[in-house]
């Protein structure tokens, strides 16, 4: 009984990697990945479920990583602005500019709907 549950997971896994390949290297809309999920022999309401859940984990993996992105930006603008303010010698705009266009790289990945 655990092959079996084995293989049907490992099944499942292939072709959720299959789908996720098509999407994301191949650069694949999801109409066509449910295509091919179905010329690959599954019924259509489960590509449509694979591909829904595949765009779903995506925008979440994109959510994390504009998170991510905000604050390292913030934290480098900021970290700039502040040791240039302090007048230690130094300009930061290196700092301040990377940090900027961090923040606003993660704001637009965050706060984008796709």
């Known amino acids: 009984m655990e092959n079996q549950e084995a293989s049907s997971q490992a ?3 292939e072709l959720y990697n299959y789908a996720a390949n098509l999407l994301v290297n ?3 809309n999801a109409k066509d990945v449910q295509i091919a999920l179905v010329g690959k022999g599954i019924s259509e309401s489960a590509a449509y479920t694979i591909v829904y859940n595949l765009e779903a984990e ?3 993996a994109k959510k994390e990583a ?3 992105d905000m604050l390292y930006g913030a934290l480098w603008c900021v970290g700039g602005t502040v040791a240039t303010v302090a007048n230690i010698g ?3 705009w290196g700092a301040i500019l990377f940090g900027g266009i961090q923040f606003i790289k993660g704001a637009v990945n965050y706060f984008s709907e796709a």
């Open 11 to 13: 099944a499942v896994n």
């Open 66 to 68: 504009g998170k991510k």
């Open 90 to 92: 130094f300009i930061f």
């Open 58 to 60: 995506l925008k979440n």
């Open 26 to 28: 191949e650069k694949k």
